[in-house]
């Protein structure tokens, strides 16, 4: 085991510097971008219900699903945990926004109706609804008949 070096630093910032930088970073911190516009996300599957809010970039702004808010097993899929993965949701973004969005749906779950009354139902203006569920187009082969 060798020895520890202890360094001594002399000096330092004065404390109009270190004021300096406290308020700038301050002023960084509660002047956060606000959104116009976005895009929500709802992905509802039979299992899980995931909603993400993104800016007019694409980049995430705020997801949330049902399993991140306790619900387990059948119940993450019942439009009461959808409703409530929405108030989530916009309780993370109700400071910076977006508050007009654009939705895009995708999945077969029962939690999509009601994620997007819930939407509605918050003050978010509703721009477009676009359904992008995938649909196979003959898809994969089927497997062979069962013989028993």
Not at 32 to 40: E, F, L, Q, R
Not at 83 to 99: D, H, R
Not at 128 to 145: E, F, L, Q, V, Y
């Amino acid at each position: 085991m060798g020895k520890k070096k202890v360094v001594q630093k002399s000096g330092g910032m004065s404390e109009a510097v270190i004021s300096e930088k406290i308020a700038t970073s301050a002023a960084r911190k509660s002047s956060s971008k606000k959104i116009d516009k976005g895009t929500v996300y709802i992905n509802a599957s039979y299992n899980n219900t995931m909603i993400t809010i993104a800016d007019s970039a694409g980049n995430a702004v705020a997801w949330s699903s049902a399993g991140s808010l306790g619900f387990s097993g059948p119940k993450k899929a019942t439009p009461f945990a959808a409703s409530k993965v929405v108030v989530a949701v916009l309780e993370k973004i109700k400071k910076t926004g977006p508050f007009t969005v654009d939705v895009v749906v995708r999945g077969v779950g029962s939690g999509r109706d009601s994620a997007l009354r819930a939407l509605a139902a918050q003050g978010i203006t509703i721009h477009s609804i676009t359904d992008a569920t995938p649909i196979p187009h003959n898809g994969p082969r089927p497997p062979k008949t069962r013989r028993v």
